[in-house]
C-alpha cells in the first residue's frame, strides 16, 4: 500500500476557472490533444469539443454542466473539471471547488479581469484552493500581458509572478521566453509542439530585467530564496521553481503564464507549471469531518479508512452516475458503502474513469481519485461514503439561495406526473433549483440562479423527456426585513381543550440585525434573569421564532436581517411545554413583525455593459430606466465599459434590448450583489 501512498505525488486534481467566454473549455481541449488523450482539436464554434458534450452547450456555445475529464503529462496523472463560466452556473464551480486541490485560472489578455472571474476567484479563496494564472488570448488584437496582469494585482489582490515575457504581439504573438531557465519557446504556424532556442537578442535586456524582478518578488516572500539571493544576488532555476511552487501552495503569490490556446500556443508550459506547483493529494492538508460531535481527521492514504464526497450527480435515463472525490481509502467494484447523510448502506455496482461523456470501466478507485460510480440510490450532490465499520460525514458544498423562479406546467393534463418526475430529476442533478407549489395558485414553481439557468432546465425537460410545458414569465425570490422594530412585545399562549393545557408567556425585543453578514435569518438571544424561562423553554422559543421568518407580514416572503431578544416571560407548573412555548416564540414574532416598519428587499446585480461608445448614450439612459445606478464608466479604443447596479428584476429581457439599441455590439454580464430595499411592496409583480 506504501506503494500507492508515493503513486498520489504524481496526481493533479484541478479546475479551469474563468468568465464567460475567457477561453476554459478551448484551454481544457487543448490540454486534451497536448496529452493525446484526443486526437483532434475539439472547437468550441463547431461544437465539437469534448467537455461542453451537452446538446444545449453545443446549441449555446458556453459552458453549462462541469465536466470531468483525466489526462497523463510527464508521469502525472490530471483529474481536470472545466467549470461553467456564467454566473447562473456558479453553484457548478461551487461544487466543484470543494473537491478540486489546485486551479487554473483563464483570463481573457484584452478584458483582464471580468465580473465572473472576480467571483470564482472569490470562490476559490474561500475554500483554500492555489491557482495559477494563464493570459489566454495573447494573438488578439489589443491584448496585452502587463494590463491583464496589473488588473489581476488590482482587482483581485494575489501576488502575481510572472514566469513568461510574449514574443511578438497580436496576430504577432509566436511564442514566449521562459523567465526560469531563460530560453525561447516557439510555435510555428500549424505545429503542435515549441521548438526551444535562445533568447532573441531584441528581447534579451528586457528578459533580463524581467527575471530581476521575479527573483525579488519571490526573494521578499520566500526565506530560503532569500537566504541564496543575499548571498550570490541571484536565484538559479532549480531554487526559483522550488520557491514558486511553496508560494502557490501556500497562497502567497500566484504563478502567471501566458499563451493562445485556440493556437495551440502556451499549453505545454501550462501543463509542465500545473505539474511543477500546483499541489498533489498529499501537499494538501487531510480532510476534516465529524462523527458523533467529534473532528476527524483522515489522510490521503489507500490504507486509511475509506471516506468520500460525491459532489455530483447525473440522473440519465439509464441509470444514476455519482461522481466522487476519494479522499482516504479504496473503493473497489462491488463494496459496500455507508452513506452518512441518509444514513444507509449502498452498493458499488461499477467505477468508472471518466473523460466527459465516455467512462473506462476500473477495478477500484484510491485515495485522491476523481471517479464516477454507478449503482447509488441515495447519494445526493454533497453526501458523504464512507468505510460501514468506520462512518464520518464530510462537510458538503454550500449551496446557493435560488433569486429567480417561473411557474410551470404540462401541456396535458395526462403530463402532469410526468412533469413532476422530470422535475425531480433536474434537482437531484443540480441542488441550486428547487420546486415547490405556490400555494395561491397551485401551480408549480421552479426557482433556480437566473433566467439563463431556468432556460436551461425548462430546454432539458422538453429535450430529454420529451414533454410539452408551458412557463410563465419569470419573477425574483424577495425578502423582507425590519426597518424599525419593537420593544417589549407581550404574547401569551393559552389553550385549554380538556386534559393538559398549553401556557407560555413570551415578551420579546425586536430590531434590525445587519453586522453579521454571514447571518441570513436570525439572530437570537436571552436575556432573561432569574430562571423565569428555563433553558429547555428558551431553545424552543427560538425554534418558534425561526418557523415565523418562512412568511413575512408583506408579501409573504422569507424574513432575513432580525434580530430577536426574550427579555421576559412566565411559566405554569403545569401548563407549560415546550410545545407550547414554541407556539408562542412562532405567532409571538408574527405578531411582532406586523407591529414593526416592515422593508421589502429585492435582489440585485453589477451589470457589466460593453458597448460602442457612440451608444453610451442610449445604454445609460436604458440603465437608469431600469432603477440601475451607475457606479463606474471606462472608455478606449472606440468601446465603453459602464458598471451599473440593477435590480434583477428589471433585467428580464436585457441581452434582447441591448443588442437592439447596439445593433448587436454590445454584450453585459452579471453579478449577484446581495439585496437592496424595493422602493414599495407594490414593486413586486
Known amino acids: 500500500m506504501r506503494t500507492h501512498v508515493n503513486t498520489l505525488t504524481t496526481v493533479r486534481n484541478l479546475g479551469i476557472l474563468a468568465h464567460v467566454d475567457a477561453g476554459k473549455t478551448t484551454v481544457t481541449e487543448r490540454i486534451l490533444y497536448t496529452t493525446g488523450t484526443t486526437h483532434k482539436r475539439g472547437e468550441v464554434h463547431d461544437g465539437t469539443t ?72 472569490r470562490q476559490a479563496d474561500r475554500h483554500g484552493v492555489p491557482r495559477i494564472a494563464f493570459v489566454n488570448k495573447m494573438d488578439r488584437t489589443g491584448a496585452d500581458l502587463d494590463a491583464a496582469v496589473a488588473s489581476i494585482r488590482e482587482r483581485l489582490h494575489p501576488v502575481p509572478l510572472v514566469v513568461q515575457l510574449p514574443i511578438g504581439a497580436e496576430d504577432g504573438f509566436t511564442g514566449v521566453v521562459d523567465l526560469l531557465r531563460m530560453r525561447a519557446l516557439v510555435w510555428a504556424d500549424g505545429a503542435d509542439t515549441a521548438e526551444e532556442g535562445p533568447v532573441p537578442p531584441a528581447l534579451r535586456g528586457e528578459a533580463e530585467r524581467r527575471r530581476r524582478l521575479l527573483e525579488e518578488a519571490v526573494a521578499e516572500r520566500h526565506p530560503a530564496a532569500l537566504e541564496e539571493f543575499c548571498d550570490r544576488e541571484t536565484l538559479d532555476a532549480t531554487t526559483l521553481a522550488a520557491a514558486l511552487r511553496d508560494l502557490t501552495r501556500g497562497g502567497d503569490g500566484v504563478v502567471v503564464l501566458c499563451g493562445s490556446a485556440y493556437r495551440n500556443r502556451g499549453v505545454e508550459p501550462l501543463l509542465d507549471a500545473v505539474v511543477a506547483y500546483l499541489p498533489s493529494p498529499l501537499d494538501v492538508p487531510p480532510v476534516r469531518g465529524t462523527h458523533e460531535a467529534a473532528e ?40 459496500t458503502v455507508w452513506d452518512a447523510s441518509t444514513r444507509r448502506t449502498e452498493r458499488i455496482g461499477r467505477i468508472l474513469r471518466v473523460c466527459a461523456d465516455r467512462h473506462d470501466p476500473l477495478e477500484r478507485a484510491v485515495a485522491g481519485d476523481i471517479v464516477a460510480v454507478v449503482g447509488l440510490k441515495s447519494a445526493r450532490a454533497g453526501s458523504t461514503l464512507c468505510a460501514p465499520d468506520d462512518p464520518l460525514v464530510l462537510e458538503p458544498p454550500g449551496v446557493a439561495e435560488p433569486v429567480v423562479h417561473v411557474a410551470v406546467e404540462a401541456l396535458r393534463s395526462t403530463d402532469t406526473d410526468r412533469l413532476a418526475t422530470a422535475l425531480a430529476r433536474l434537482t437531484e442533478e443540480d441542488p441550486s433549483l428547487a420546486v415547490r407549489p405556490d400555494p395561491q395558485t397551485g401551480q408549480t414553481v421552479l426557482s433556480g440562479m ?67 453578514t454571514e447571518e441570513r435569518g436570525l439572530v437570537f438571544r436571552s436575556a432573561v434573569v432569574g430562571g423565569r424561562v428555563p433553558q429547555e423553554f428558551v431553545r424552543a422559543v427560538e425554534a418558534g421564532c425561526r418557523d415565523a421568518l418562512a412568511e413575512g407580514p408583506l408579501g409573504g416572503h422569507p424574513v432575513t436581517g432580525v434580530r430577536v431578544t426574550l427579555v421576559d416571560g412566565l411559566t405554569h407548573v ?8 414554541r407556539t408562542a416564540g412562532r405567532f409571538g414574532l408574527r405578531d411582532a413583525l406586523r407591529a414593526s416598519a416592515m422593508v421589502l428587499l429585492e435582489p440585485v446585480v453589477e451589470v457589466t455593459v460593453t458597448v460602442p461608445e457612440d451608444a453610451v448614450g442610449g445604454v445609460l439612459g436604458d440603465l437608469a430606466a431600469r432603477r440601475g445606478r451607475v457606479t463606474g464608466s471606462d472608455t478606449g479604443a472606440g468601446t465603453a465599459v459602464v458598471t451599473a447596479t440593477v435590480p434583477l428584476a428589471e433585467l428580464f429581457g436585457y441581452a434582447t434590448r441591448l443588442r437592439s439599441r447596439t445593433q448587436g455590439r454590445g454584450t453585459f454580464s452579471a453579478r449577484p450583489t446581495g439585496y437592496a430595499p424595493a422602493p414599495t411592496p407594490a414593486a413586486v409583480r
Open 50 to 121: 469534448v467537455t461542453d458534450f451537452d446538446p444545449q452547450e453545443r446549441d449555446r456555445g458556453i459552458t453549462i454542466f462541469a465536466a470531468a475529464v483525466s489526462c497523463s503529462w510527464d508521469g502525472h496523472r490530471i483529474n481536470l473539471i472545466d467549470t461553467p463560466g456564467h454566473v447562473d452556473f456558479a453553484d457548478e464551480v461551487e461544487r466543484s471547488l470543494r473537491v478540486l486541490d489546485g486551479a487554473v485560472a483563464v483570463f481573457d489578455a484584452v478584458a483582464g479581469v471580468e465580473p465572473q472571474s472576480e467571483s470564482v476567484w
Open 296 to 335: 476527524q481527521e483522515r489522510p490521503a492514504d489507500p490504507a486509511a479508512p475509506m471516506a468520500a464526497l460525491a459532489f455530483k450527480v447525473n440522473a440519465t435515463p439509464t441509470g444514476r452516475l455519482t461522481y466522487l472525490r476519494v479522499y482516504s481509502g479504496t473503493i473497489g467494484k462491488g463494496d
Open 574 to 581: 403545569k401548563d407549560s411545554s415546550e410545545t407550547a412555548f
Open 450 to 516: 437566473g433566467e439563463l439557468h431556468l432556460e436551461v432546465a425548462v430546454e432539458r425537460v422538453r429535450r430529454e423527456h420529451g414533454l410539452e410545458v408551458a412557463v410563465g414569465r419569470p419573477g425574483v425570490a424577495y425578502r423582507e426585513t425590519v426597518g424599525e422594530g419593537v420593544s417589549g412585545f407581550v404574547y401569551r399562549h393559552v389553550k385549554q381543550d380538556g386534559g393538559a393545557g398549553q401556557f407560555a408567556h413570551v415578551v420579546l425585543d425586536v430590531e434590525p440585525w445587519e453586522e453579521d
